[in-house]
């Protein structure tokens, strides 16, 4: 069965720190992926997403994400993170094809910055 | 705001009570979807509609009963459920149903069950 595993379940850095957080995930065909996030008393939201051409994605806020199919990889990465990154990070994972009904979510990764 | 309104944001209910939830999205979207966000666990899709027609029920017990009036409405009916229904519960929608759109999600309704 699909799965999606994010590994850092809180994570805990100071201001301009680098920021890297795991999503691996367990399907072997074609898969889209998104990273949300949920920042305090706000909605979920798109960070970025891949489903094809550069692996390499830059999403809003300076966050980027490498999706590395031999790894079944889509690790979040932002050089130099501010407190207001503080929130809730969720990887999703869709195998579907031509529909949005076999999405997976990690468990999330609570992200707190130290100001 | 994302375009995507639930009510009520919190609901306290009984077991036998039978009670609604619903969402409306202002974003002229096809698709609109219903998650459980439970503590500890990840987000799980219960229920997805296309142009008002159901397209996938996740195995949710019975006691959950979407109903989709119109592209822009969601409301998930609830009857007898039980304490470990408890959960925060997010609707989303996209634009189409395709596994690549984006979904924006609304801010949830806080459900306990007593």
């Known amino acids: 069965a699909q799965s999606v595993s994010q590994h850092n379940h809180h994570v805990i850095l100071s201001e301009a720190a680098s920021l890297e957080l795991g999503c691996n995930y367990s399907y072997g065909g074609t898969v889209n992926l998104f990273w949300y996030v949920q920042y305090p008393g706000q909605h979920l939201q798109l960070l970025l997403k891949y489903f094809s051409g550069d692996p390499l994605v830059k999403g809003i806020k300076g966050f980027e994400a490498e999706f590395i199919k031999s790894k079944f990889s889509f690790n979040l990465r932002k050089p130099s993170v501010q407190w207001s990154d503080t929130a809730e990070y969720f990887c999703a994972v869709n195998a579907g094809g031509s529909s949005a009904s076999k999405i997976i979510f990690g468990s999330g990764t609570r992200l707190s910055i130290r100001p | 705001e994302t375009g995507v309104t639930q009510t009520p944001r919190h609901l306290v209910m009984g077991m036998t009570n039978k009670k609604s939830l619903k969402c409306e999205q202002h974003?002229?979207?096809?698709?609109m979807y219903w998650y459980k966000q439970s503590a500890k666990k990840p987000l799980e899709l219960m229920f997805v509609y296309n142009f008002k027609e159901q397209t996938e029920n996740n195995s949710v017990p019975s006691r959950f009963s979407p109903e989709c009036p119109n592209s822009s409405h969601l409301f998930l009916h609830l009857h007898t459920l039980q304490p470990e229904d408890s959960a925060l519960y997010l609707c989303a929608s996209s634009q189409t149903i395709d596994s690549t759109d984006t979904q924006y999600f609304g801010p949830g309704t806080r459900l306990t069950v007593l």
């Open positions: 974003l002229g979207h096809n698709a």
